[in-house]
């Protein structure tokens, strides 16, 4: 089925399943986007738009997901935020990216590469430290086409980031829409 042209929608991140107010959908995990797509038999490119490409919390809440390869840096950052509760995260995301993928029927996979670096800021009192800069990793989306060919429902999963870890109760899904 063809999936050719301009799709709006939004990805849902919920990294923090201990966290109930973030267990429902809501402007802290609801991420507006648009996608074109070209396709040439069953291979697809194209690129997409995150409109919100920053997004600000309390580090607390940051760690309260598995974000953290290992215990050692769980303990330590839980340490930071004791001493520092006014700590803010803020990520800033690259807000293009572009798309490479197949469609399999009504399957639809492709990943997504963000078209420049990004970087993690923390703010304590007001003054901003970058901590990390750097290209983001790939991101897998699979999802099915709809009987009408106007929707596309599925799930996203990082791609070999080792101090993000897929934890098996976080829910990553998305929409597109035909425009």
Known sequence: MAIE???????????????????????????????????????????????RPERELPYDEFIKGNHFANWLLRLRAKAFVAKHPDCLYRMCLAPESSLKGKVEGSRISFTKIYSWPSANEYSIGGKVTTSWQGQNPPIEYVGELSEDGGVITGTYSFSGVPHLPQDPRAIQTFELQRA
Do not use: C
């Open 5 to 51: 042209g301009h799709w709006v929608g939004s990805y849902f991140q919920e990294f923090y399943p201990d966290t109930e107010r973030l267990k429902t959908k809501n402007e802290q995990n609801v991420f507006p986007i648009e996608a074109w797509f070209e396709q040439h038999g069953n291979d697809i490119t194209g690129r997409m738009l995150d409109l």
